[in-house]
């Protein structure tokens, strides 16, 4: 509606979870489940045709979440009859599995061990340095603590990260409960959530015979900033990433084809 408020009348597509995209008429909710994922998908089948790898992994890490795909012989993972939220549905989708692993994931000390995720601090209020009222501490402001994102140049300048209040939620979170340093407690958090990334990487890197060459493509807000170590924990040495990593969804809705 706001689209044709601003004049735009072209024809409006809907991106379909089976890898095409259709009118709006043509779509019902359940076509549009997980299809966000699946266009990110899409996009890195086409950025894995331009370094000639047929047989690749796809990696999408945003905020909540971390989704893992695989293209295979030039045909991405499809699912003929699979769960959705829990439900055997008879609809053919692209296979991708999420891990409740992304930037928000909320970082804590439970019995005495370190737990990161899968509950999610979203966007709003989002992780203790976005200065929006969360005060859970999470990867991102992990990330901020140690000096891997830019408190200065977050969403390109457009938003100052308060480093002051990702140490504070840090260190009561993880430093104190384990009595480590704040630094300690940042890595720790990092480790943790890219350990369990890079095991899921590893297991679909088996399932696919790890070929010669054969590349994590990693996108999403999150994506490019854990992508190596997440790598090397799954033992595969090539990793790609693109310019536009944080909008390869939208990128690769843009390649799909009209199906109908």
Do not use: W
Request: hydrophobic share 45%.
């Amino acid at each position: 509606e706001e689209l044709r408020q601003r004049g735009y009348r072209g024809t409006l597509f809907i991106g379909h979870n089976n890898g095409a995209v259709a009118r709006v008429a043509k779509t019902r909710a359940i076509n549009t489940y997980n299809s966000g994922p699946t266009g990110g998908l899409f996009g890195a089948q086409a950025v894995g045709r331009l370094y000639g790898a047929d047989t690749l992994i796809s990696t999408d890490m945003g905020g909540t979440s971390f989704d893992i795909g695989y293209v295979k012989d030039g045909q991405p993972s499809y699912a003929l009859r699979p769960e959705v939220e829990g439900f055997a549905c008879n609809l053919p989708m692209m296979a991708i599995d999420a891990l409740g692993a992304g930037g928000g994931s909320i970082a804590q000390v439970v019995d005495g061990q370190l737990q990161v995720g899968p509950q999610s601090a979203g966007a709003l209020p989002g992780p203790a340095c976005f200065g929006l009222g969360g005060t859970q501490a999470t990867v991102t402001d992990a990330n901020l603590v140690l000096g891997i994102l830019d408190a200065g140049y977050f969403l390109g300048g457009g938003m100052k990260l308060d480093v002051e209040k990702a140490r504070e939620a840090i260190d009561k979170a993880v430093a104190q409960p384990l009595g480590i340093a704040i630094e300690e407690a940042a890595d720790a958090v990092r480790r943790t959530v890219e350990q369990a990334m890079g095991r899921a990487v590893g297991a679909v890197a088996d399932r696919l015979g790890r070929p010669a060459g054969l590349p994590v493509i990693a996108y999403g807000g999150a994506g490019a900033i854990h992508a190596a170590d997440i790598a090397d924990v799954a033992g595969v040495e090539r990793v790609i990433i693109t310019p536009f990593s944080a909008v390869s969804s939208a990128f690769g809705s843009s390649l799909m084809d009209v199906g109908h």
